[in-house]
């Protein structure tokens, strides 16, 4: 793994080829760099991404960004309910229960990428907001 203006690298050998291929990853665009050496790897990744950067420029295009820090997550109804109620119970938001669940599964997995702590956010004073719920009245 290699890292380059917020971007993240991937590289595997090619024997057949004899060479090492890589790819951009966390972005939907598509790029990628190869080389023939371990010394030249890093410079074609980032050779790679600078021409990345100039080609959106060029084309007036925003380049893609690595993951927003924002996605949409289906569960079951029921996991639902017991994560809310464990939020409540801990004094936390959904959102932040959710979070530091993910990061202690994706720690324990990839334990060997850097990645930054999540900075804690501070507790409110008001208790969590409730949504009304509107129920359709029997005619």
Do not use: W
């Not at 993240?8 to 080389?35: C, W």
């Not at 720690?107 to 900075?119: E, Q, W, Y």
């Amino acid at each position: 793994m290699m890292k380059y203006k917020g971007y993240v690298g991937k590289v595997e050998y090619d024997a057949e080829a004899n060479i090492l291929h890589g790819e951009v990853v966390g972005i939907r665009d598509v790029v990628t760099f190869q080389a023939k050496s371990v010394e030249q790897v890093q410079q074609t990744f980032q050779d790679s991404v600078d021409d990345y950067l100039a080609f959106c420029k060029e084309r007036g295009q925003k380049p893609d960004k690595p993951c927003s820090g924002r996605f949409v997550v289906r569960i079951g109804s029921e996991l639902h309910r017991r994560a809310s109620m464990l939020a409540a119970l801990s004094g936390k938001s959904l959102n932040t229960l959710v979070s530091e669940c993910l990061d202690k599964e994706v720690t324990n997995h990839t334990g060997r990428f850097d990645h930054p702590k999540p900075k804690p956010r501070r507790k409110s004073s008001r208790p969590p907001q409730r949504r009304a719920r509107k129920r359709a009245r029997a005619s």
